[in-house]
């Protein structure tokens, strides 16, 4: 079975992630709840991306989707380069043996340690304000080293349609797009080069059309800016906000559209801003779909004529699929009884997790296989914000376990 709630194989009404069925999978595990990762379909979602976009794009992976080290490793194969966001981050990225230019390292809030860290690995900065810039400088000074450095621009336009807004307005995110000229000038002073610009929007966004708006504004804000300066630049990076589908009614993004006026800017871009290299950031749309997030059936009982299952997985491993990572109207992530996925008897049941807390839901009014004590409960969509988003330590219960398969 092929559809937009499950993406993956069935057999014997039974889940197949990686090749094997749940109930295999578990077995080798050995304990509930995990999250499995299937290999194969993250590399046939990256080259399929990279059949439709113009072979000139370069593809990052913002690892703050899902740093499970086997997918990092797998990623610094397939993909163009990581963004990074963290020390930790940038010690992963360095970790898989990918060229230090090859990662970028955005984010507001760099400690002295990481951007010490970035400027001995020789990684690129996305520099997030006048202040950093300076303490790059004097980092630079200090030690003799050159800091790669490029600037986040916070655009005035926002991405519409998206589901978090990173640019447009006052943010906490880049350098306002008014002051980076004179940003550009105090480098000058600072006898430092540019290398690229940044120019990330925002994040879970559907819309081909929004996107493309926004990636046009993004060619033409850097063209403006450019406009000021001699410099050569080596890199824009347009950012991202590739969405994917989580809940009923909402559509694959189209990337077909999108792909085509990259064709057109790009040559537009270097016909004005020369041999620049152009960088798309995704995180989500990587890995995303290629995720699914299983837990087992503890117990259930009937309260007041409502069905709950009562499984060992919940909020404190899967915020996102509660409703509680940023969510205002809480819905359902896609969710299957993964050996009972399409066939038998159906049930009307509430599915929640082990925390004292009625915000640990997993799915609500939602139909699945009736479910004995010991059926797997599959959360699909979910190879991205999974683990490593959610509060895990939450009422001491043991962490998920992570497999690339
Ligand atoms: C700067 C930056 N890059 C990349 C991403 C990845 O976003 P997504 O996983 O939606 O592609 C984010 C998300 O917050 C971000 O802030």
């Known amino acids: 079975m092929t559809s937009l709630i499950n993406p993956f194989p069935v ?3 039974e889940l ?24 194969a379909m993250i590399t046939r979602r990256v080259s399929e991306l990279r059949t439709q976009l113009p072979d000139q794009i370069a593809l990052y992976y913002a690892i703050k989707a899902n740093p499970f080290p086997p997918l990092v490793e797998l990623l610094a194969v397939q993909t163009d380069g990581f963004d990074v966001a963290s020390g930790g981050e940038l010690a992963l990225a360095l970790a898989t043996g990918i060229p230090p230019a090859r990662i970028s390292f955005a984010g507001p809030a760099k400690t002295d340690a990481e951007l010490q860290a970035a400027v001995q690995a020789g990684v690129v900065i996305h520099v997030e304000s006048a202040h950093e810039l300076t303490r790059l400088y004097q980092f630079g000074a200090a030690s003799g080293m050159q800091p790669q450095i490029a600037l986040r621009i916070n655009p005035a336009f926002s991405l519409k349609a998206a589901g978090m807004h990173m640019g447009g307005g006052p943010q906490p995110f880049g350098i306002d797009e008014e002051q980076i000229p004179a940003v550009i000038a105090q480098m000058t002073d600072y006898d430092l080069s540019l290398r690229g610009l940044h120019i990330y929007a925002g994040s879970q966004n559907l819309h081909a059309e929004a996107i493309i708006a926004a990636q046009s504004a993004s060619f033409a804000l850097a063209q403006r800016l450019m406009a000021h300066t001699t410099t050569q630049l080596h890199f824009l990076n347009i950012g991202g906000g590739f969405g994917i589908p989580y809940f009923a009614g909402q559509q694959p993004l189209d990337i077909a559209p999108i792909a085509a006026a990259l064709y057109e800017h790009q040559i537009a871009c270097r016909a004005q801003l020369g041999a620049v290299r152009i960088i798309l950031e995704l995180g989500r749309y990587l890995v995303g779909e290629a995720g699914v997030y299983v837990c087992r059936v503890i117990d259930r009982k009937i309260s007041r004529g409502r069905t709950y299952l009562l499984t060992n997985g919940g909020l404190h491993h899967h915020l996102a699929a509660s409703g509680n990572l940023g969510q205002v109207i809480r819905k359902n992530y896609p969710v299957v009884n993964a050996c009972r996925v399409a066939d038998g008897e159906r049930e009307c049941v509430h599915v929640v997790g082990p925390l004292c807390t009625p915000l640990d839901v997993i799915a609500e009014d939602v139909t699945l296989g009736s479910a004995a004590i010991g059926d797997w409960i599959a959360v699909l969509q979910s190879g991205a914000y999974g683990a490593s988003a959610s509060p895990q330590r939450f009422l001491s219960h043991l962490p998920a376990q992570e497999r690339l398969v």
């Open 11 to 13: 057999v014997g009404d």
């Open 16 to 39: 197949i992630i990686g090749g094997q069925p749940i109930s295999q999978l578990a077995g080798t595990i050995g304990q509930t709840p995990f999250y499995l990762y299937d290999r």
